[in-house]
């Protein structure tokens, strides 16, 4: 909010440079955002927080906070009202609060013979300082003392009142308000409204309604001082997106004791500068006065969270200053401050309250650093998130980049990837976050395609939440790790769909997973179709496996989605479950000292159909061959013999931990595997 | 017979000095000491000659042989080391090497394990956290009631009424004290999200690193002790604390914790807008109503608790103007870490 820097003086005993003002503000109350030349003042923009919005959205509140931390005394404004005993404001006006619980009070002043003109020219540059545009002496005074006291309030014309009435009530289902701007507003049983005999005249406490408004023939001016409870104001203010001075004041609460001063100030005021004559008698509907409460501060309590023994006395020459009562008791042994916050002071409620404001106006310089003794936690990192650092290395140290993507999709990524079950945010600011994503997949694919224009290669990695409906209800679903690999000038079919069979065996293998397998074999039963089915190329996936526990899946993206991206090159992509893969990881595994005795390595290169598996080969060989054959490395694959059969080479390592093995015995163990490949109707080259 | 030999030795060594290569070097040995050779021409011609004179002679001769293999010997090092010469090979050592994949970890996680690092040696554990939230733990176990105008401090994406996208990692507060019992240290990293407009310095999400340590008696002299030696550490350099007076519903006192700037010394530039400060926190101590919430009995423990955005640090370490890059997998800017 904006302050003028001449109005704060006034109420100062000695008035602060402007500067002056927002260095001590800073420190210890409020921070000061600008501090601008505005004309022959200062313009201070003042970040009010909302525990003070009711007592400090106001030049007098701002200027106590100064003169309890500068120590300068407060001076008060003035308020003469000399009434004219000759009218009588019940005679101009009735008023009926049947909303009771909505507006704790409701007070009015009756001013007439007004004279509606422009307000003092001192009064204009003070609201336009503050922002507000000059209007009229009547409406500029209402705001004027708005913005003095923190009191919205509202001026009617009397004579267009229907039924000199004002009836503060709940509005009917359907009944409609214009507003000044000439907005209109369907009102429902949650809006309190001002009303007269008919109709209403007003949205309770955020905006007034077209009617009874002040305009240059004017002559009898009913000033509205209300208190509305916060909660109802901040829903209609909410419902209606209508934030007014008056709904930010009201919705944070106001001092019930405040509406009577703030009427008293503007009827003086619209006296002096509007002609009027004061009607005698105040309307005033308040029939559960606040009471005052009592503190009780643990002086040592307070000692103790401050880190500072500040002598009581000085505890209580702060509260002082702040015009805050208190006065020090024992009770049991143990010394208490007593005290009785003024009705403007809604926020101190308790003894940490009475802590933070003896620390911040001492000033928190005060207090010094001091290192913390007591007894020493090991320091823990869970297990997750030292596993998550591990597996970013891994696949760093493998050449893949880490990405951080936001965790939403838009509409058109749900259309294009046929994403079904997606959380869907309520308010969403952009349509390009209006969903939270199920899959990593859709913004990295998203990473790559822009890459693709500065880089011939790109290797992009994430680890990340993902989000789902689970049983129809939104859920935080999985955190998983996802790679994307593209490559320009490809030399062979797939190779980015290799290279990343290549980087799960290096994440797992660093992981201690030794058993990891490719499962092509996917169900295409539709309904328990997983959704990245819909969007990898069919021929081309796999499901990444442990034992049958499915972690992840790699795949190839589908030409469709590539050429909906409008992307040109292939695209290869994995995702894994990080719980699952780290459950699985174990990190003892045990040292297998090098054989001490020779390997005796063999080839063998076998001649099968092109469609026949690698992996069934592989099988077929590791059984035969039994625990002596230590590794079999395919090294060579010719496809593109006759009759659409392909070679494959393969190298047997033979090894023992306990012997040299003999040439005999290997000769032995070849013809049993080359035997059960033959059986397989499969040509062994010899 | 003796001219004889000085002369041959004279040759030789005229000869040797001519040699260039290995080949020519043999030649001349063969020459020489080969069975055909000049030695061996005196030694047939010695049986000629009286048995005194042999006995001089050939010792002559064998002093003769002793010296040619010492100087051939030097010779064919001499050879050998010009041999060596690889003119022959040259190649441009100055091309570049070759392109290796190379992998690069996101600027955040560098800066997040610096911070974690940092803080594990203060005796903080690192707790992981999850990012949708019930408006119950972001809010309502935090003081922050329904309706309640603080909660405009923080645009918040509803998913449903209960749910919601966390704007702060504080829910952690609550969450781990339901769990675990005092005295505790923690920190708590991780994203949170804002409902705003995305520009140079505001996002929908960015990242937080929340603290919290509670036990006895624990002050606002405990914090300024700890956050000034967290940042002291994080910049290799002593950093000045100060604390301004601050809301949030879920600590009293409340306070924003500002360093002397890092770039200036708090002498005045043009990032600390000339105030020699740098806004990097909120935090104060724990309202007694979030010991409530997490089941404590809320005048008994007394804790700090703090939240700072990740990403300010990230930006601030590496010069980066844009927040909006740190949340996109743009190469040509992970290439730099």
């Not at chain 1, 000759?86 to 409701?106: H, M, N, T």
């Not at chain 1, 499962?519 to 990898?536: H, R």
């Not at chain 1, 069919?538 to 992840?552: D, E, L, T, V």
């Not at chain 2, 966390?166 to 829910?171: A, H, K």
């Amino acid at each position: 909010m904006k302050f003028s820097a001449n109005w704060l003086n006034e109420y100062l005993q000695k008035p602060l440079k402007p500067q002056e003002i927002a260095d001590l503000l800073t420190m210890h109350a409020f921070e000061v955002e600008t501090c601008e030349k505005f004309g022959k003042d200062f313009v201070l923009d003042i970040k009010v927080l909302p525990d003070r919005a009711h007592d400090c959205m106001s030049h007098i509140g701002i200027a106590k906070e100064l003169a309890a931390i500068s120590g300068l005394g407060f001076i008060e404004s003035k308020a003469n009202i000399s009434e004219d005993k000759k009218i009588k404001a019940k005679d101009f006006i009735f008023v009926e609060v049947p909303s009771g619980d909505l507006c704790p009070r409701y007070s009015m002043r009756v001013l007439s013979d007004v004279k509606v003109a422009p307000s003092p020219k001192w009064m204009q540059e003070r609201l336009a300082a503050c922002g507000l545009r000059p209007i009229s002496n009547i409406v500029d005074i209402t705001n004027y003392v708005m913005i003095e006291t923190g009191q919205p309030l509202h001026a009617f014309d009397v004579d267009k009142v229907g039924g000199k009435k004002i009836i503060v009530r709940r509005a009917n289902e359907g009944e409609q308000i214009t507003t000044l701007e000439g907005k209109t507003y369907k009102l429902s049983n949650q809006n309190l409204v001002i009303a007269d005999e008919k109709v209403a005249i007003g949205i309770a406490g955020i905006k007034g309604g077209e009617g009874p408004e002040i305009d240059e023939k004017t002559k009898v001016v009913v000033i509205e001082s209300a208190n509305f409870e916060p909660t109802n104001i901040r829903r209609t203010s909410k419902a209606f997106n209508l934030r007014t001075d008056a709904s930010i004041r009201f919705e944070n609460g106001l001092d019930p004791e405040l509406t009577i001063k703030a009427l008293g100030r503007a009827a003086s005021l619209m006296a002096e500068f509007a002609g009027g004559r004061v009607a005698s008698g105040l309307i005033d509907v308040y029939p559960n006065k606040v009471k005052p409460r009592k503190i009780f501060a643990d002086v040592e309590w307070i000692q103790g969270l401050l880190g500072l023994p500040v002598k009581i006395q000085e505890m209580v020459n702060i509260l002082k200053r702040l015009d805050v009562p208190a006065k020090i008791i024992k009770k049991n042994k143990k010394t208490f401050i007593e005290v009785t916050p003024p009705s403007s002071r809604l926020d101190l409620r308790a003894q940490e309250d009475i802590a933070e404001e003896i620390a911040r106006i001492m000033g928190y310089d005060k207090i010094p650093a001091t290192v913390p003794s007591g007894i020493l936690i090991p320091a823990a990192k869970e297990e997750n998130l030292i596993y998550e650092d591990k597996i970013k290395d891994i696949l760093v140290g493998a050449g893949w980049s880490e990405a951080q993507n936001y965790s939403f999709i838009s509409d058109a990524d749900v259309k294009t990837f046929e994403i079904v079950k997606q959380v869907e945010i309520k308010n969403p600011f952009s349509q390009d976050q209006k969903y939270l994503r199920p899959t990593l997949i859709v913004n990295l694919l998203k990473n790559v395609k822009e890459n693709l224009k500065y880089f011939d290669g790109v290797r992009l990695f994430e680890i990340g939440r993902s989000f789902t409906m689970v049983g129809g209800n939104p859920a935080e679903w999985k955190n998983k790790i996802a790679a994307v690999v593209s490559n320009k000038n490809a030399k062979r079919p797939a190779e980015g769909l290799f290279e990343l069979k290549g980087l799960v065996h290096i994440l797992f293998e660093k992981l201690g997973i030794d058993d990891v397998w490719f499962d092509d074999e996917i169900s295409s039963d539709s309904s328990v179709m997983p959704f990245w089915l819909k969007y990898t190329h069919p021929a081309r996936r796999a499901q990444i496996k442990s034992g049958q526990n499915q972690i992840g899946w790699v795949g190839e993206i589908k030409p469709k989605i590539l050429s909906a991206m409008e992307i040109k090159e292939k695209i290869s992509v994995f995702e894994l479950d990080f719980s699952e893969v780290i459950r699985i990881a174990s990190e003892e595994r045990e040292y297998i000292p090098p054989s001490k005795y020779p390997a005796i390595i063999r080839d063998l290169a076998i001649v099968v159909e092109q469609t026949t598996k690698i992996e069934t080969v592989l099988n077929i060989i590791e059984i035969a061959g039994g625990p002596l054959l230590q590794d079999t490395d395919i090294f060579d694959i010719y496809e593109g013999l006759v009759d659409y059969k392909k070679s494959l080479a393969f190298r047997l390592i033979y090894q023992s931990d306990e012997r040299s093995l003999s040439d005999a015995e290997i000769n032995k163990l070849m013809e049993k595997i080359i035997k059960s490949l033959e059986e397989k109707g499969w040509e062994v080259r010899k | 017979m003796q001219n004889i030999i000085e002369e041959l030795k004279k040759k030789f060594k005229e000869e040797l000095q001519k040699v260039s290569d290995k080949k020519l070097l043999e030649d001349l040995r063969v020459r020489y000491l080969g069975r055909n050779g000049e030695l061996n021409k005196i030694l047939r011609g010695l049986k000629e000659l009286s048995e005194e004179e042999r006995v001089q002679v050939g010792r002559y001769i064998n002093e003769f042989k002793k010296e040619i293999s010492e100087l051939m010997e030097t010779a064919e090092e001499k050879i050998k080391q010009m041999a060596e010469d690889f003119s022959k090979e040259w190649l441009d050592v100055t091309a570049p090497g070759a392109k290796l994949p190379q992998g690069h970890l996101h600027p955040r996680t560098i800066v997040l394990r610096k911070v974690e690092e940092i803080f594990q040696s203060l005796g903080f554990s690192v707790v992981d956290s999850r990012e949708m939230e019930t408006d119950y733990y972001n809010f309502q176990a935090l003081n922050f009631p329904k309706d309640h105008p603080a909660r405009d401090m923080q645009d918040t994406f509803y998913i449903t009424d209960e749910l919601l996208m966390r704007t702060q990692t504080s829910p952690n507060q609550v969450r781990y004290m339901e769990k675990h019992n005092p005295p505790l240290r923690i920190i708590v990293p991780g994203k949170v999200f804002r409902r705003d407009a995305s520009d140079a310095t505001h996002e929908s999400q960015f990242y937080q690193v929340e603290g919290l340590m509670v036990d006895k008696h624990i002050s606002i002299g405990h914090f300024k002790a700890v956050i000034g030696e967290f940042f002291s550490q994080l910049y290799g350099q002593k950093i000045k604390i100060r604390l301004r007076p601050s809301y949030f519903p879920f600590t009293e006192p409340s306070f924003e914790p500002d360093i002397s700037c890092t770039f200036c010394d708090g002498r005045g530039c043009r990032i600390c807008k000339n105030t020699g400060w740098l806004e990097m926190a909120g935090a104060g101590m724990v309202h007694p109503f979030v010991f409530k919430s997490a089941g404590y009995s809320p005048y008994e423990w007394q804790g700090f608790a703090f939240g700072f955005g990740l990403d300010r640090l990230v930006m601030m370490k590496y010069k980066i103007n844009d927040m909006r890059v740190l949340n996109f997998g743009d190469l040509r800017f992970l290439k730099q870490f």
